[in-house]
C-alpha cells in the first residue's frame, strides 16, 4: 500500500465515496474546498473534469477531514484516517445516535 500523491488521481466516485465515509454534504466539501456546488456534482457523476487545482483542493479538503487515499496495485481506494475516527458532520453524528446508538 502506498500513499497516492497524485491528486489528478481522484475520479468523481471516489470524491463522493470520500464524502460520504467523512458525512459531508457537497455544500460542506465545498465550502471546506473553495469550489461551487455545481461543479463538485457534475464531477461526482462524471459530467466533468475540474482543472488539477480544483481537484487538489477537493482532495486536501476530505484528507482534512479524515479522509486516506491509497493504492493497492492498480486500484485507488479511500478509507478512514487511523486514531479516533474521522469527523462527522452534524447529520452523520446524529444519524450514528439516533441510528446506531453511537454516542458523539
Known amino acids: 500500500m502506498s500513499h497516492v500523491d497524485q491528486p489528478e488521481l ?6 463522493r465515496a470520500a464524502r460520504a465515509l467523512l458525512g459531508l454534504s457537497q455544500n460542506e466539501l465545498c465550502s471546506i474546498a473553495g469550489c461551487g456546488r455545481k ?4 464531477f461526482e457523476n462524471g459530467l466533468v473534469h475540474p ?9 486536501a479538503a476530505l484528507e482534512e477531514g479524515g479522509a486516506v487515499f ?14 479516533s ?5 452534524a447529520r ?13
Open 92 to 104: 452523520a453524528r446524529r444519524f450514528a445516535e439516533d441510528r446506531l446508538g453511537e454516542p458523539d
Open 85 to 89: 475516527g474521522v469527523a462527522r458532520s
Open 70 to 83: 491509497v493504492r493497492i496495485n492498480d486500484t485507488l481506494m479511500v478509507g478512514p484516517a487511523g486514531g
Open 51 to 59: 482543472k488539477r487545482s480544483k481537484i487538489a483542493a477537493i482532495r
Open 39 to 42: 461543479l463538485l456534482n457534475d
Open 10 to 15: 481522484l475520479d468523481g466516485p471516489l470524491c
